[in-house]
Structures are given as structure tokens and as C-alpha cells.
């Protein structure tokens, strides 16, 4: 099955300067998910093996980047999970005890986690902002580590760039920054971003060498890289 055109695909990656769109489009998504509204499929979608894992939750785990493997909290460090959806009610993150905060684009993920968050543990959950990952509603040189998985793949590269300088920014010196990449030379990879358009947000399908080339553009230096089944996690820092 062909992947339908991408309506962002004609545009020339510098043209993306107004990313509203595309944030609008990836939220309303997000928040059709986690308020359990159903999509309406064609049925040669629902005929693909992926459809099938995806409905009955064996999907879940093949998309899941445990950054923790890869970087785990310390105590008392500051984190920022930068575009957290529900995570906050998933991962371990108390068990960790350190202080997290996190920013996302869909309201109702952030109106679940600030109202549950700090029933879970007040002393160490901060709080969610709702926002632009290139543009974070945090102080400079404040967070020990910044994670950011399950969503660059929606995004241009050049989108990337600006989340890696403001993750920069806010970075404390020798701060780590992990996040996880679509690897589209898996096997997984075109069906999967097949069902996620059906599902309503658009993939972008980008190689690898392209990723190493963005990631080096930002001047940001890997020090860990860990092979998932579809994504791939990448820890790095910024000399």
C-alpha cells in the first residue's frame, strides 16, 4: 500500500517557518487519543498487520523509547520531558526521585498530568507547560537532562533544529539531551507512518544520515546510541 502524498511534502524545508499547522494538526491527533475517540479507518488500513497490533496494544510496546535505558534520572536532578503527553501516569519517574517538569502542545494531556501529577508525587512532579518545543517556557541553564521521544517524526528537519537550540538553552552545562528518532530504514517504519496518517498526523520519513547530519548541524556531540524496533534513542550533549 502507497503511502498518500504528504500535503507538506512540496514545501522546500526552508518554507517551513510558520509551524502552527503542523502543531495544530499533530495536538488534535494527541487529543483525540487520549480522550478515546475512535477513527474511522478504510478497511485496506485496518487489513494491515500494523492495524492489528496497533488495536490490540502489541504495537504499544515496538514504539516505545525507554530513555531510561539509555540515561537514567538521578536523584535530585531536573528534568524536562519535552512533548510528555501522558508519561508522567506511565513511566517510573517517582521511583527515580528526580524533579521533573515537562512542556506539550495538546491541552488535554496537559490538563490530565497537572491534575493528577502532584496526587502522585507533589515534591517532585513541577508542573506541565502547554507549548512549542522550540520555544520552551523555561529558564536558561536549568535542566540537568531533557528528554523529548514519540514526535520528531511529525516535524522537518529544520523544526528539529530550532527544538535542539532552545533544549541548548536550557541545559545546564554538561546536561544531557536524549531523544528518539523514526529510523526509516526499518521494516516497520512505512506502515507505521502509513497508519499514523490515517490516524491524522502526517510522518516525515527521513534517513538516517540525514538525522546524523542534523544532529551534528546543531553542534550537539552523541554519546550514546541505542537501536530500538522503529525508533531509535540518541543521548547527546552540547560542548
Same mark, same amino acid.
Given at each position: 500500500?502507497?503511502?498518500?502524498?504528504?500535503k507538506f511534502?512540496?514545501?522546500?524545508?526552508?518554507e517551513h517557518k510558520d509551524?502552527?499547522?503542523?502543531?495544530t494538526?499533530?495536538?488534535?491527533?494527541?487529543?483525540r487519543?487520549?480522550?478515546?475517540?475512535?477513527s474511522?479507518?478504510?478497511?485496506e488500513?485496518?487489513?494491515?498487520?500494523i492495524?492489528?497490533?496497533?488495536?490490540?496494544?502489541?504495537?504499544?510496546?515496538?514504539?516505545?523509547?525507554?530513555?531510561w535505558?539509555?540515561?537514567?534520572?538521578?536523584?535530585?536532578?531536573r528534568?524536562?520531558?519535552?512533548g510528555c503527553?501522558?508519561s508522567?501516569?506511565i513511566?517510573p519517574w517517582r521511583e527515580?526521585e528526580a524533579?521533573?517538569?515537562g512542556?506539550?502542545i495538546?491541552?488535554v494531556?496537559r490538563?490530565? %498530568? $497537572?491534575?493528577?501529577? &502532584?496526587?502522585?508525587?507533589?515534591k517532585?512532579?513541577?508542573?506541565v507547560? +502547554? =507549548?512549542?518545543a522550540?520555544q #520552551?517556557?523555561?529558564?536558561?541553564?536549568?535542566?540537568?537532562?531533557?528528554?523529548a521521544?514519540g514526535?520528531s517524526c511529525?516535524?522537518?528537519l529544520?523544526y528539529w533544529?530550532?527544538v535542539?537550540?532552545e533544549?541548548?538553552?536550557v541545559?545546564?552545562?554538561g546536561?544531557?539531551?536524549v531523544?528518539d528518532v %523514526? $529510523?526509516s530504514?526499518? &521494516?516497520?517504519a512505512?506502515?507505521w507512518?502509513v497508519?499514523?496518517?490515517? +490516524? =491524522?498526523a502526517?510522518?516525515? #520519513?527521513?534517513?538516517?544520515?540525514a538525522?546524523?547530519g542534523a544532529?551534528a548541524?546543531?553542534?550537539a556531540?552523541?554519546d550514546?546510541h541505542l537501536?530500538g524496533?522503529l525508533?531509535?534513542?540518541?543521548?547527546?550533549?552540547?560542548?
Open positions: 500500500m502507497e503511502m498518500k502524498p504528504s511534502a512540496e514545501l522546500s524545508l526552508t509551524y502552527t499547522e503542523i502543531e494538526i499533530v495536538a488534535n491527533r494527541f487529543n487519543q487520549y480522550q478515546n475517540e475512535a474511522e479507518l478504510p478497511e488500513v485496518k487489513a494491515m498487520p492495524y492489528q497490533e496497533w488495536v490490540t496494544g502489541i504495537l504499544n510496546a515496538k514504539i516505545t523509547s525507554p530513555f535505558e539509555i540515561q537514567l534520572p538521578r536523584k535530585n536532578q528534568c524536562l520531558d519535552i503527553g501522558v508522567f501516569l513511566y527515580w524533579l521533573f517538569s512542556q506539550e495538546s491541552t494531556a490538563d490530565i %498530568l $497537572n491534575s493528577r501529577g &502532584p496526587q502522585l508525587n507533589s517532585l512532579f513541577k508542573g507547560a +502547554l =507549548g512549542s522550540h #520552551l517556557q523555561y529558564d536558561n541553564a536549568q535542566f540537568d537532562l531533557a528528554i521521544t514526535w511529525y516535524y522537518p529544520d533544529l530550532l535542539m537550540e533544549v541548548k538553552r541545559l545546564k552545562p546536561g544531557h539531551f531523544f %523514526l $529510523n530504514e526499518k &521494516p516497520l512505512l506502515d507512518a497508519l499514523e496518517t490515517y +490516524l =491524522g502526517e510522518v516525515f #520519513l527521513e534517513s538516517m544520515e538525522w546524523k544532529i548541524s546543531a553542534g556531540k552523541v550514546k537501536e524496533e525508533f531509535d534513542l540518541y543521548k547527546v550533549h552540547f560542548p
